[in-house]
Structures are given as C-alpha cells and as structure tokens.
C-alpha cells in the first residue's frame, strides 16, 4: 500500500451492510469521489446507491476484490461473522474496517480472524446518527492496525472526526460502550429524578431547562474526577465527603416518602458512609472508587 493512498480521494472502497448507517456511508463516499461497491444481503437495498453510482456486488466476496478498503457496517457481531465467512480468502492483503458495535472481545476476535487471513483490521465505533454522517458532529473511534489507519485516515475523515486509541483491537469499543453507557446512566438517573418532581407538582419541562443550565459546570467536575481516580488522590472536589454525607439520608427519605426508586442513592450513601470510617473523611467524591473497586474487583 503506498503513502500516497491516504490522500488519493479517489481510493475505492467496497461498503458491507447496507443498512441506515451502512448506506450513509456509502453516500458520504461516493459524493467526496470514491469508486464505491456495496453489498447487502437485500439486494434490493443497494438499489438507491447504484442510482448514485456505486457497484453492487452479488456476494460479499466480489465486493471485498473490488477495493483494498473494505467497510462493513452490520446490525450485530453474529452478522459480521457470517459476512466475514461468505468473505473467507478475498479480503487477503486488504484494510478490513468494521464500524458495527460490540464488545471489545469480539472486536479482538475478528481482528484474530483477519490476522489469519493476511489482512490488516481497525475496528470502530460511531457516535452519532446517520443524517450528520459527513460533517463534524460524528466521532468514530479506531483502533487496531496503526498502519491502516495512517493509510486511509484521510478517508475515515471524510466519514467523521476519527480518533485512534491504540493496537489493542477492542480499545475503540471500550471507548464507544463506555461514552454510550455514560449517557445512559445520566438518563436514566434524570428520569427517576423527573418522576421525583412530577410526584411534588413541580414541572418537569421547567426543572429540566434549570438542570440543563446547571450542569454546565460538570465538564471541570469530569475532568478533575477523571485525573483524581488516575493518579489516586482525591481532592475535595465536591466538598469533604464528611459534609456531602450528611445530605444522604435527606435524600434517600424524600425519594422513599414519595416511592420513588432509592437504588442510587442508597448505594452513593452507603459508599460515602465506608470512605468516611475509613478515615478518607476529608476526600472527595471521587474516592468513592475505591470502594466500588473493592465491591467489584
């Protein structure tokens, strides 16, 4: 593969999996100038994309021998495994580029696969919708081979922010579980919340747009929780635990005299209440780690 490739922007590249974020894809591609083959188990998907100007392939195998960058974009890892076995030699000697979410020992698996046939792989992760694929709103974490990515990060970047976290194949799905599972936490946290205010009369719309203005200081807080649990000091950065303590039970008895769900917040008082006798009283929110550590080594 030569240096050059990676800014060529006529580099062919066959997409795998024509579903919403599969077909962007390959839209994206085709409207920056790349020569593009797809292919999808319902042929009838590629159709859209033949009108734009892309090939379609009968079977996987055609479409890999049509470009030395392969992408595939399916609904799971079972799918990406029978693609992969309908693929078998034809990827030797290729860029497999796998954006299909799953775990990272899977993502370490299919890099496994595509080591015994000679291929290089990155495995990636896409953070956000199809619609903003193209434009700087959509993060795609890699990681796998380095040398792939240097080849054809131009390309990728057509596609989204690209970042690369390392050789370790399953490190880009560490990073995609971990932001998506942040999220999720926060929600659902915010949900309960809402149903603990809609309960008081209080309206929910409002308290959000007062939440949403709130947590624009959280950015600092993150960052500074996220080097404390590195570097294992835990400064107070929400106070000493041994005041943040005391609002515990206030918080947890409001929840219980409106049966709403305690589960949370028991647990940050009963991890609060352990760092405190253990003597890290002073400490920050952050230390609570530790503890969680120790309930789940």
């Not at 055609?62 to 990827?91: H, R, T």
């Not at 915010?190 to 007062?210: I, N, Q, S, Y």
Request: aromatic share 6%; proline share 5%; net charge negative.
């Amino acid at each position: 593969m030569t240096t050059e490739m990676k800014s060529d922007p006529l580099v062919p590249v066959t997409v795998l999996g024509l579903g919403d974020m599969g077909s962007a894809i390959a839209r994206v591609l085709l409207a920056t100038g790349h020569p593009v083959t797809v292919w999808n188990r319902t042929a009838d998907r590629a159709e859209p994309l033949v009108e734009l100007g892309a090939s379609a392939a009968p079977t996987p195998a055609q479409a890999v021998a049509a470009s030395d960058l392969v992408i595939v974009c399916v609904l799971d890892y079972e799918a990406v495994d029978a693609v992969l076995g309908a693929v078998g030699g034809a990827i030797e000697g290729r860029t497999l580029v796998n954006v299909t979410s799953g775990s990272p020992a899977r993502a370490r698996s299919v890099h496994r696969w595509a080591t015994d046939h000679d291929a290089r792989y990155l495995d990636g992760g896409v953070m956000g919708d199809p619609p903003d694929l193209g434009s700087g709103h959509v993060v795609f974490t890699y990681s796998g081979s380095r040398a792939a990515f240097d080849t054809y990060e131009a390309v990728l970047r057509e596609l989204g922010t690209p970042t690369y976290y390392g050789e370790d194949a399953g490190l880009a799905s560490v990073e995609f579980l971990a932001q998506v599972a942040v999220g999720y936490e926060l929600l659902i946290g915010f949900l309960h919340t809402l149903h603990l205010v809609r309960k008081e009369g209080v309206d929910p719309a409002g308290f959000a747009e007062r939440v949403a203005e709130s947590v624009t200081g959280y950015p600092a807080l993150l960052t500074m929780i996220g080097r404390a649990v590195r570097d294992g000091e835990y400064p107070p950065d929400l106070g000493p635990l041994s005041v943040q303590v005391a609002l515990m039970d206030d918080l947890v008895q409001h929840r219980e005299s409106r049966g709403v769900d305690t589960v949370r917040m028991r647990e940050v008082r009963e991890l609060m209440r352990q760092r405190v006798a253990d003597g890290h009283g002073s400490g920050g929110f952050s230390g609570l780690i530790e503890g969680i550590a120790d309930r789940h080594p």
